[in-house]
């Protein structure tokens, strides 16, 4: 069973950047893929990018392409999360998520792939 704790969110004004960390725990962290989704207010959870164990392999939603990058430190058991160029509908819950394992080029998009959660960071961008 794999533990997720996410850090780095906070309020931002639109154009700014952030860097959300999360620290994983209690499994070979390096053997599975990871990925980063968010909530907004009466929303449903949104996918929002994804790395394959190896990380070489990167998927991004339309909506942060660009924008936001995702990147893996498999020696430290960390996933990061750099965002630039913030908007007011990035304001969110970000949740770091480990998925389930596949191949080391498996990077899932879909939400049922992630089996483990972190208890989330907020992200608000002030306009």
């Known amino acids: 069973q794999v533990q997720l704790v996410e850090s780095g969110g906070g309020l931002v004004q639109a154009g700014g950047s952030l860097r959300l960390s999360c620290a994983a725990s209690?499994?070979?962290?390096?053997?599975?893929?990871m990925g980063w989704f968010r909530q907004a207010p009466g929303e449903e959870r949104e996918f929002v990018v994804a790395?394959?164990?190896?990380?070489?392999?990167?998927i991004y939603a339309d909506s942060v392409k660009g924008r936001f990058t995702i990147s893996r430190d498999n020696a430290k058991n960390m996933l990061y999360l750099q965002m630039n160029s913030l908007k007011p509908e990035d304001t969110a819950v970000y949740y770091c998520?480990?998925?389930?394992?596949?191949?080391?080029?498996?990077?899932?998009?879909?939400?049922?792939?992630?089996?483990?959660w972190g208890q989330g960071t907020q992200v608000t961008v002030s306009s």
């Open positions: 998520a480990a998925g389930v394992f596949g191949s080391a080029w498996y990077a899932p998009v879909a939400l049922d792939a992630y089996r483990t």
């Open positions: 209690g499994r070979t962290f390096s053997n599975g893929p």
């Open positions: 790395v394959s164990s190896n990380g070489e392999n990167t």
